[in-house]
């Protein structure tokens, strides 16, 4: 069945950079995601990356996709505290959009 | 807000009662999703819509129902035989390859 896989804690200094990883189990998936939440919020979209692509960037975001090993992570450049949340994987399997979540990786950052 | 709006931010249930959780969104997208978020948790579906009048059971239904009688608008109701309803709800919308989730509504038990 499907399912998507990341560690449940990292904890970085303020200025280093993050790297959040997950891992899914489902080749037919044609986006995977990265979500944010802070306390109480929702989730906010972040950035996501078409299957048929390695990489993505967008400012200090950095999304690697190993289609191979099925194997995505996150990278966020020069930490800040405000980047502290929680932060998910997710993949999306058809045109039907529903989406399939990793439990999350709570990011904390440390001044 | 990404164009959705959840209302109420906090709901009490009483015991025995259902309750209904707004979910409002304003560009004209056909899916739109409930999922509920325990402690710990990922997102788990709960139903999902594609088009006016239609919908479907996720992974975890029993206990809530739905209505899409308005595109702009798909409630969702948790019912008395959902017996742990405590949980963060949000709601979501589907366009291209995004989806944008609400804000959420707290729900707990008196």
């Known amino acids: 069945g499907e399912d998507v896989e990341q560690s449940l804690f990292l904890s970085v200094r303020e200025g280093d950079s993050s790297v959040i990883n997950c891992t899914y189990t489902?080749?037919?998936?044609?986006?995977l995601y990265w979500y944010k939440q802070e306390p109480g919020a929702g989730l906010q979209l972040l950035t996501y990356?078409?299957?048929?692509?390695d990489m993505k960037q967008d400012q200090r975001l950095t999304v690697l996709l190993n289609k191979k090993d099925k194997h995505l992570s996150l990278r966020i450049a020069d930490t800040q505290t405000g980047d502290s949340a929680i932060y998910f994987c997710?993949?999306?399997?058809?045109?039907?959009?529903?989406?399939?979540f990793g439990k999350g990786t709570k990011l904390s950052v440390k001044p | 807000d990404g164009g959705i709006t959840q209302s109420p931010k906090y709901l009490f249930r009483k015991e025995g009662q259902n309750v209904t959780l707004s979910c409002e969104q304003n560009?004209?997208?056909?899916?739109m999703y409930w999922y509920r978020q325990d402690p710990g948790q990922g997102l788990r579906l709960i139903y999902y819509?594609?088009?006016?009048?239609?919908?479907q059971k996720g992974d975890i239904a029993e206990g809530y129902s739905v209505s899409r009688e308005k595109k702009e608008s798909f409630p969702l109701t948790v019912t008395s035989a959902q017996k742990n309803p405590t949980a963060f709800y949000l709601c979501?919308?589907?366009?291209?390859?995004?989806?944008?989730f609400g804000d959420g509504t707290r729900l707990s038990i008196l």
């Open positions: 997710a993949e999306s399997t058809g045109s039907q959009g529903n989406l399939i």
């Open positions: 489902d080749s037919s998936s044609t986006y």
């Open positions: 990356i078409f299957s048929n692509m």
């Open positions: 560009l004209n997208h056909d899916a």
């Open positions: 819509s594609q088009i006016v009048n239609d919908f």
């Open positions: 979501a919308q589907h366009g291209g390859p995004i989806t944008n």
